[in-house]
């Protein structure tokens, strides 16, 4: 009730926002964790992911990337974003460890309750999306990458792509499967979700996680050059395409949503896998001493 409360709040701050920056021509509406600005060529957004140190998927980052999206997509003169981040080297660290770890079942179920969200809405956008991944890009940083139109990669061999929960001890539910299939398709899919593999830049554009690399100073600039290719096309038949080539993977998770929360919450709450998290984000600490 709380976050529905809030996130009504923050539409309606957001619009005004939007409005009052759109008579001045700037074009730029901002919440903590997001920015999003209008500037470039006509009917693009450029949409920064801005949760320091490493851009993970918080509630509050989650509910703040929605209502973003929301607002694009009922923005009629919007054709197209670019999804990447502010923050340096990293474009996600996927979703945010300490919302699935220590939380009582019924924080789990809202949490996963909003990533399914933002999952449905970012994969079946009628908008073009291209990514402009500027950075490590693990799980859910992959999974966002996964449902744009595009991804262009920097080609630095300290950033990584992948679906790496089985890493974790946990496991991709099955609509995170679905789409690594359908990008990279069942065998290197079924392989890499096994091993949880992360895939340096070269391997990523090699089994088609990515579509392609450029020097890290070029991301954004053939990121919009990406667009351009793509803005040309009606928009009426690439949406079209776009819902036929997506929406039985989208309904497969809207049919069974409550059932998917379900198993979330039940599987996070097990002790052994609450351990296995427990272990990982010790791992992450003493990588730094
Ligand atoms: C039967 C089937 C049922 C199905 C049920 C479903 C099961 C669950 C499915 C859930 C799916 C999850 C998908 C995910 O996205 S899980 C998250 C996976 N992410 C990772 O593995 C990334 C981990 N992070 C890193 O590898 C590195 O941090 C980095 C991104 C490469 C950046 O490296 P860095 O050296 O620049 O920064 P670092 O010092 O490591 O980190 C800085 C601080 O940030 C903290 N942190 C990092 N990642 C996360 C995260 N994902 N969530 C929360 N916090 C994170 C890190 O611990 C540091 O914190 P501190 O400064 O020490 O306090």
Known sequence: MALAAA????LHAGSRLGRREAVDGARRFANKRVLVETEGPAGVAVMKLRNPPVNSLSLECLTEFTIS???LEND??????????ECPGIFSAGLDLLEMYGRNPAHYAEYWKNVQELWLRLYTSNMILVSAINGASPAGGCLLALCCDYR???????YTIGLNESLLGIVAPFWFKDMYVNTIGHREAERALQLGTLF????ALKVGVVDELVPEDKVHSK???????WLAIPDHSRQ????????????????QREADIQNFTSFISKDSIQKSL???LEKLKQKKG
């Open 7 to 10: 996130r009504r709040l923050l």
């Open 69 to 71: 999206l929301e607002k």
């Open 76 to 85: 009629k003169s919007i054709r197209g974003v670019i999804l990447t981040s």
């Open 152 to 158: 262009v990669m920097a080609d630095n061999p300290k």
């Open 200 to 203: 340096p830049p070269a391997e």
């Open 223 to 229: 990121a919009r050059s990406v667009m351009a290719k």
């Open 240 to 255: 079209l395409t776009k819902n036929m080539m997506r929406k039985a993977t989208a309904d497969n998770l809207i049919k």
């Open 278 to 280: 427990h272990m990982y």
